[in-house]
T-cell receptor
Framework: NAGVMQNPRHLVRRRGQEARLRCSPM?????VYWYRQLPEEGLKFMVY????????ESGMPKERFSAEFPKEGPSILRIQQVVRGDSAAYFC???????????FGQGTRLTVV | GESVGLHLPTLSVQEGDNSIINCAYSNSASDYFIWYKQESGKGPQFIIDIRSNMDKRQGQRVTVLLNKTVKHLSLQIAATQPGDSAVYFCAEKGGNNRLAFGKGNQVVVIP
């Protein structure tokens, strides 16, 4: 049973471009979380999704950031018009419904140049 | 903001000794807690979890203690090994099922 898969592992974008980060949850998991981590810091919650539904996006910046988890296919975190401050590691986790373990992927390291 | 915090930023421990990592949480409605280990360049790795109806849970070389009265969580690692060197995070889930993390605690194992 494959774990949570994130791709790409590393992504370099120029300022103003778009970044698309993908997350395939563990098989059977219907809940996905996205987190952002700066060097030497903790994981900051961004968004929590179920299939076709955003449950909690209170950690997402209001502009340029969006997330989806379609019925088929991976969850996508999309950052439009990237700026240098968007450079970070973005982690995805998946879980079964309520109060079960959440497993993380290896992250996507976004560098904006 | 996040409701979970860790006390000591860095813990240095001699190989073979026991490690204790502490965590305070502020959301009394949280009913599920997880400890994660994160090695450099990798994603957080699940270590052990505990539900709020328990006060202690043991795994292989690890024990998690939960004190709901003072909203405190701890992770004990027995016979610490070099491979235990990492950053450890506690996380909590409340009624909204959102997983909230603390800032992390670096454990350095001295051979």
């Amino acid at each position: 049973n494959a774990g949570v898969m994130q791709n790409p592992r590393h992504l370099v974008r120029r300022r103003g471009q778009e970044a698309r980060l993908r997350c395939s949850p563990m098989k059977g998991h219907s809940h996905v979380y996205w987190y952002r981590q700066l060097p030497e810091e903790g994981l900051k919650f961004m968004v929590y999704l179920q299939k076709e539904n955003i449950i909690d996006e209170s950690g997402m910046p209001k502009e340029r950031f969006s997330a989806e988890f379609p019925k088929e296919g991976p969850s996508i975190l999309r950052i439009q018009q990237v700026v240098r401050g968007d450079s970070a590691a973005y982690f995805c986790a998946s879980s079964l419904p309520k109060n079960t373990e959440a497993f993380f992927g290896q992250g996507t390291r976004l560098t904006v140049v | 903001g996040e409701s979970v915090g860790l006390h000591l930023p860095t813990l240095s421990v001699q190989e073979g000794d026991n490690s204790i990592i502490n965590c305070a949480y502020s959301n009394s409605a949280s009913d599920y807690f997880i400890w994660y280990k994160q090695e450099s360049g990798k994603g957080p790795q699940f270590i052990i979890d505990i539900r709020s109806n328990m006060d202690k849970r043991q795994g292989q070389r690890v024990t998690v203690l939960l004190n709901k009265t003072v909203k405190h969580l701890s992770l004990q690692i027995a016979a610490t090994q070099p491979g235990d060197s990492a950053v450890y995070f506690c996380a909590e889930k409340g009624g909204n099922n959102r997983l909230a993390f603390g800032k992390g605690n670096q454990v350095v194992v001295i051979p």
